[in-house]
């Protein structure tokens, strides 16, 4: 064999190695759809909670926000394992992380909304400023680890929402955590939809 | 200058060499991921992986989800050591190639 086919050959097997770890590192799971669904999951907490769909007094103090963040999670978790079983996306690491973090910052969300909600310590204001800090403490941490700028410029946007209902009226608090929501859920989650969709055309015709 | 039979035959094969550099990018994959990814037959691809797994490079976990089976893949360490070696070897056999044609 000449040294010309002997180097076009290694160097193939190169290219190769360095596009087939690529192609197994590039997240193939779908996230912008969640982003969506608990944006869409806020504003029916909000309207709820704000009598937009009637009932007793109680029942939207009480029930608006647990019964909704309990039926987003839900939700999540069985069209989460569907998609996966339907998809058979791979295991990675970034993909556990991400997994990871949000998990952590639901959990860390209930324990101390409920408490502060149960006892009575807080007012609305303080419930916003401490979901929008939790919000974006998970999109900092999801924008850093993949390096997206997009996300973190969510995240942004959640601690200056936050900001904004601790200096701000009640009214302004939840005006606040509604154009949070729009801004990084509902915007943002279409556009990750939009980003992961041209992914996926990409990896198609790459496959 | 170095024949190539000096890269290890185990992981030289395109697929294997394929399949290797596609769970080094995972921490484990199913056995229809990778068919996707590297568009073989069946019986191709689960001839290549279980080279592979004699080889020690490659181990393999089978389980049922929901009643179905599911055969799932991961890199032993063995198996990135290798690659990791066969890269270099690759490497230095590509420097030679390229001193050779001067």
Redesign the interface.
Known sequence: ?S??K??V???E??E???????????STTRWGWTIVLWGVAFYVAIAWSLGLFGGPIWWQHYMAWPVTMVGAWLLTVILAKRMS?RN??????VK?AIISIWTAMGIAMFALLLPLGLSGRSDQQVAIAVVTGLLGMANAASGLLLKWKAQFACAVAWWLAGMWSLFGTETQSVIAFLVGTFICQIVFGIYAMICESRERRRGAAN? | MPELPELNPVIHGKLRLALLSLLMGVEAAEFTWLREKTGATDGNLGAQLMKLEEAGYVAVEKRFVQRKPQTLYCMTEEGCMALAEYVAALKELLGETVIGNR
């Open positions: 064999m040294a010309e002997i180097k050959e290694l160097t097997r190169l190769l190695i360095e596009s087939m770890i690529a192609e197994g590192r590039r079983q058979e996306t791979p295991v990675t690491t556990r496959a």
